[in-house]
Nanobody, 122 residues
Framework: QVQLVESGGGLVQAGGSLRLSCAAS????????MGWFRQAPDKEREFVAA????????AYAGSVKGRFTISRDNAKNTVYLQMNSLKPEDTAVYYC???????????????WGRGTQVTVSS
């Protein structure tokens, strides 16, 4: 019902910034929460941030709070993740996901993109 495509990943030095985009297509429910997750090599997939499709509700993982900002452009059906002050430990494949409730658990999300690679060098 919902298709998600991430973009904006790349290679950046520590302290730099990147903005990821998640373009949604298909039928999107206004009550959905959009989440960003990431998975580093040999690590479990972890929650990064989430935002309600309509409204102002947001949530962040403690490891990124104050550095990352999630936002949306409903007219473009796009969710963004602005990443500042990047650290090498932020290196991971970043995934966009959609779910019917706000959650920091990957299994609570129903739809997933294929991911975009973010690499932060030291």
């Amino acid at each position: 019902q919902v298709q998600l495509v991430e973009s904006g990943g790349g290679l950046v030095q520590a302290g730099g910034s990147l903005r990821l985009s998640c373009a949604a297509s298909g039928r999107t429910f206004s009550s959905y929460f959009m989440g960003w997750f990431r998975q580093a090599p040999d690590k479990e997939r972890e929650f990064v941030a989430a935002i309600m499709w309509r409204g102002s509700t947001t949530a962040y993982a403690g490891s990124v709070k104050g550095r990352f900002t999630i936002s949306r452009d409903n007219a473009k059906n796009t969710v963004y993740l602005q990443m500042n002050s990047l650290k090498p430990e932020d290196t991971a494949v970043y995934y966009c996901a959609a779910g019917q409730t706000r959650s920091d658990k990957a299994y609570e999300y129903d739809f997933w993109g294929r991911g975009t690679q973010v690499t932060v060098s030291s």
